[in-house]
């Protein structure tokens, strides 16, 4: 059986995209569904328990996508920082997962933290024990 040109290409031509797809630094993705539920969840329960004055916010959440094979982790937890909005800053690690994260195979593991604006009261929900803090 002979092969066509595109049956014998075409796979290759996929692949090298793929890779191609690779980022040499973190890059950011969509942060995974039930976290973001749970924050919105407890944060709703919080501003309706405390009244139409509360001045409570929401914590930010941000996801890269990071392979140790092309980043260290001063580049992924560098990455965050600068994703995080405003000047005063507290990152907490949430934590990593693969499968199912939308990263591309260079950089597999999407790494997620959650972002506190220390000049504002914000909600703090609850982290897993594993937990790391990194401070800008």
Not at 15 to 38: F, N, S, T
Not at 95 to 108: F, N, S, Y
């Amino acid at each position: 059986m002979i092969l066509s040109f595109r049956q014998a290409v075409l796979p290759g031509l996929f692949a090298l995209l793929l890779l191609a797809g690779c980022a040499e630094y973190p890059y950011p993705v969509g942060a995974p569904k039930a976290l973001i539920e749970e924050i919105n969840e407890i944060y709703l329960a919080q501003k309706l328990q405390e009244g139409p004055g509360s001045n409570l916010a929401r914590p930010g959440v941000v996801s890269l996508c990071y392979g140790p094979a092309l980043n260290d982790e001063a580049e992924l937890y560098d990455s965050a920082l600068r994703r995080c909005s405003g000047d005063y800053q507290r990152l907490i690690y949430y934590g990593r997962d693969t499968l199912g994260a939308p990263c591309a195979l260079g950089q597999p593991y999407r790494h997620t933290f959650i972002c506190y604006d220390l000049q504002r009261r914000t909600l703090i929900p609850p982290i897993p024990d594993q937990g790391l803090t990194i401070r800008r």
